[in-house]
């Protein structure tokens, strides 16, 4: 994402005074192609505020003495690369990677019991870890599509819904949102849950074999750190770019025609078969695992400094 904030301004030069939205793909010089479809839809608006903080924005890292990120070579090397060897904006000071970041033990809290019991009597790696962050609240239809795909996978799943964008306003229980019937089926193979989850410690639990995220960068960094693969389902914001770095590091796989949000609706069947592919594919847990021992490196560079 630092190489796009960075280049944003020569790319936004493009289009001069015309509309932002009539702009292309973004070229960034010795990166992948990041199509258009990727960029965060608010910075295609005319006279957006985000727009115009990055306008302001991007150009004046440059006048810095250096950037820190929370990001490490093993997940984005080639960026790091060419930030430093000034590739994609000329003058770029030293950008640090001294990720990645995560919580550290005391800061945690504590994976509700119900949630840690159930996994301490789940198999290593069997279960696939549901989470769209909370930011992001799903459509009743869309939330059941999801369960019935849940039940089509036959894997073992923790869950968590949310259909409220903010949180004080989800007053309706799990049997309400779900569906009782569904919620019934559910409990055969997973547990649900409408509440906040420690996710650095699912994520960190050996139960767990798999994510399906909407590519936060902090849930990105987290699956990182531990080596959960990710099937991605980016929601909004900066996430579609988020999806194709994990990707291309071999973090994870994404489904680029489930599109942004609900813009289209996800049926069971395709979703549990995604579901499967993951949880089947050891390409993806090995990559994974080299992923997490690259992560594990990271810190250290720094704290022996």
Known sequence: MLSFFSYFHIYASKAGDDDPAMLGDVEIPGLPSIPRSSIPPLLLI???IFVNIFKVGSPKVTKSNGVLINTFEGLEALSLELLNGGKVVEGMPPVFAVGPLV???FEKGELGNNQLKWLNE???GSVVYVSFGSRTAMSRDQIREIGHGLIRSRCRFLWVVKDKKVDKEEEEGLEEVVGHELMESLKAK???VKNWVDQGEILG???VGGFVSHCGGNSVIEAAWHGVPILAWPQHADQKINAEVLERSGLGMWVTSWGWGEKEMVKGDEFGERIREMMGSELLRGQATHIREEARKGPWRWWKL
């Open 103 to 105: 919580p550290c033990d």
């Open 190 to 192: 997973g547990l649900v």
């Open 122 to 124: 789940q198999p290593v």
């Open 46 to 48: 005319p006279n957006n």
């Open 205 to 207: 639990h050996k139960a």
